[in-house]
């Protein structure tokens, strides 16, 4: 059975925008890549219910957020001066789209319309630092809603994971905060499928810290745990964490290693290391797992094709099948 997934793109040398391809369960190939909207530095895309898609956008020296109807055509778009967002996820509960801004240190509220259009209904500038040469002002890099419904992010320039209540209006109300190793680099975060149990992905430290999940946006810190090989020491920057849908393994890629990191994730929600895979390509930006949970599916911000690589369900072990489709500059990976 095939599938649809789509790209998001940085547009600085081949990439003319968002790009889909078909992508086929039953062999694990990827086919049909065509460009389906022509837009500046799609970096971060989010696809709803209805089909609608949402994606970050530039515009010269504004930045922002747009959508999409499922026909690719633009319903609108917010943006302002200054660097667009890095990450966007949908609330369909609330029909609600949050965004968080790297370089603006700020998280963002917006109400989806009736015509699946976007409003601004709250801005929310983060503060604070760490010891890190990159963290010398805040930066938003993740939005997400927990179990309990409470909006979770992550402030890779504070190391900290922080709390929302959200009003019926959109309204953010911080809760808490959950610190991280300072110096570490908070940048996204998967929650366990069936346990009270998050897995925070840190950049700059390339760790993962196993976090227990008390509700209401609470956290404590269960273990953390690295995500290179032991004798490397070259320059690295971890990208992105996904988990598998059984809850047993979590898989997270490493720039500059170039490799996916695989974790089993034992009874107790701790992880041990089971394997580091070669991503066959330049800075992983992201991946994703196919929806039957057969295939990872890797997206290569710098060497501009995708790797597909074989997954055991029961070992949750990786074998690599194909790395020659062309992608140009992928930082999203998006099955529909």
Known sequence: MKKDVYFGTYTQNQSKGIYKAQFDQETGSL???DIIIQTQSPTYLALSQKGNLYSIVKE???GGIAAFNPKGQLINQLVSEGAPLCHIAIDESRQLVYGANYHKGEVSVYHIQKNGGLKLADLVTLEGSGPHLHQKSPHAHYVGLSPDHYLITCDLGADKVRSYAISPKGHLNLITEYQSRPGSGSRHLVFH???KIAYLLCELSSTVEVLIYNGCGYFERLQTIGTL???YDGFNATAAIRISADGRFLYVSNRGHDSIACFTIEKDAQ???LDIVPCHGKTPRDFNLSPDQNYLLVGHQ???????FKRDQ???RLSLLDKSFYLPEAVCVLFA
């Open 229 to 231: 090989p032991k004798t």
């Open 314 to 316: 029961k070992s949750g």
């Open 271 to 273: 992880l041990s290391l």
């Open 60 to 62: 010269g020296n504004k």
């Open 31 to 33: 086919s049909d890549l």
């Open 302 to 308: 710098d060497s501009n094709h995708a790797s597909v």
């Open 193 to 195: 499928p069936n346990q």
